[in-house]
């Protein structure tokens, strides 16, 4: 097996005690404290995390709008300087390449986030449609990304700049910031379903600026958090993760991404296939789960309305923020109905479950 | 070493502990496991009256990532379960040898099972698998 990758802040989680697991090719921190109180800390207070194995892009040149209309489901219309999309990248077959976030800096300049576990495919995916016009360049050695979530991390963020950071609006983004003296851009961005912000560094700079945020959070219940209160924030707030909600076999319609598949702005890879799935009805489709019974619920799990096997759960956790079992799954089209009871089997046996709406979590004001 | 190993209890290599009382044997997970597992938010308990069998799943516990089994560390019949731990699982992370017992187990008279550890020897094999 290759050797793991490690990111510029993989000595700070080795010193905070963090529990360092391979994701993606990386040596991740999972836990630190516990993923119980890194989930609170994130919804009640604030939470720092090391996203530094996130790959990114950048596109440019005249063309490069053209490009990326070509390859992202999303509508790039959307964007202006400043603002940024969330989109899924199709493969011809309606199957998903990955979903990816878009910056735009000006017409002719992007940046894409893309997922640490396929950044090295998607690299060869958009490289094939590289034509004149275009050049594609990887940051993502060039990158450092942490990512600051929760309801006070406004305050500790404007702790370290002059920059009023109070106007910047969700999915948008400052290409130039001074935090304590390092010049980051900074997005009003994350996974989890609460106010915060993605800093993007210079590797060199990032144990630094780690330091520093951790420093200017103490006053504000900082914890630093790991990959899995990560992942069940970002489950809590039923934003989808790539290998579980979305895959080669998975097109976004069926994930529910209904509003980042834009059919009318013209031709883009996937979209006939899209466009079919859409016409014959879609044979599975993505719904929440809430279990009644005590128990967790897991991916691979499956799901019975009585005797009909009517689906199966792509991910499952507890979620300490509603102290229960949630999970998303695929369903029948013709079961994933909100209020539905159905059954989930855990080691053979049936534990009653509610199919919810979604998201499971809402944070209370924008 | 950061995790208490209580006398007077005996080990499985799987991180159990029983606590030998008469024809009674208590059974819990190590402060060790619970260290491990983080965060248990729940525990599916087996039926009273159930056959316990050495090395054979007793219960579950889960964290927030894992499912984690506990197995019997001697053969018996489950006589009593820790209700307690339905609406409690924290108490595993909280005080793994009081509290959060699980299961207890009757044993018939004499039996033994030679294979569990004494605490010296727990101590050594937490301190091998925590250095790995």
Known sequence: ?366 | MKWEIKEGLKYARTHEWAGFEGDLVTVGITDYAQDMLKDVVYVELPEIGQEAQVGESLAVLESVKAVSDLYAPVDGEVVEVNEALLDRPELVNEDPYGEAWVVRIRIDAGYENPELLGEDDYAALVKEEADR
């Open chain 1, 1 to 366: 097996m290759a050797e793991l990758k490690k990111t510029p802040l993989y000595e700070k989680h080795r010193a905070l005690g963090g529990d360092l697991v391979e994701y993606g090719g990386w040596l991740m921190p999972v836990q630190y404290e516990g993923i119980v109180s890194e989930v609170h800390r994130t919804r009640r207070k604030v939470a720092l995390f090391d996203t530094s194995h996130m790959g990114e892009f950048l596109v440019e040149g005249p063309a490069a709008a053209d490009f990326l209309q070509g390859y992202l489901t999303n509508d790039t219309a959307k964007l202006y300087d400043g603002r940024i999309i969330y989109s899924p990248v199709c493969y011809p077959h309606g199957g998903t390449v990955d979903d990816i976030l878009i910056y735009r800096y000006g017409p002719e300049r992007y940046l894409l986030v893309v997922n640490a576990a396929n950044a090295a495919k998607d690299w060869a995916w958009f490289s094939e449609g590289v034509k004149g016009g275009v050049s594609l360049n990887d940051l993502s050695d060039e990158t450092a990304l942490l990512a600051l979530q929760g309801p006070n991390s406004e305050a500790v963020l404007s702790g370290l700049t002059q920059t009023p950071l109070e106007q910047l609006r969700y999915y948008h983004f400052l290409p130039e910031v001074e935090l304590a003296g390092i010049r980051c851009m900074v997005s009003r961005t994350g996974y989890t379903g609460e106010k915060g912000f993605e800093i993007f560094c210079d590797p060199d700079k990032a144990g630094r600026l780690w330091d520093e945020l951790m420093e200017a959070g103490r006053n504000f219940d900082l914890t630093p958090a790991g990959l899995g209160a990560r992942d069940v924030l970002r489950l809590e707030a039923s934003l989808p993760l790539y290998g579980h909600e979305l895959s080669e076999e998975i097109s976004p319609l069926e994930a529910g991404l209904f509003p980042f598949v834009s059919f009318k702005k013209g031709p883009f890879t996937g979209r006939e296939a899209l466009v079919e799935q859409k016409k014959e009805g879609l044979r599975r489709r993505l719904g929440g789960l809430v279990l009644l019974d005590r128990g967790v619920i897991r991916e691979g799990y499956r799901i019975f309305d009585g005797e009909q096997e009517i689906g199966v759960v792509s991910s499952g956790t507890f979620s300490p923020t509603l102290n229960k079992s949630i999970g998303m799954a695929f369903l029948l089209p013709e079961s994933a109905k909100p209020g539905e009871e159905v059954q989930v089997i855990i080691r053979n046996k049936p534990h009653r479950a509610q199919i919810v709406k979604t998201p499971f979590y809402r944070r209370e004001s924008q």
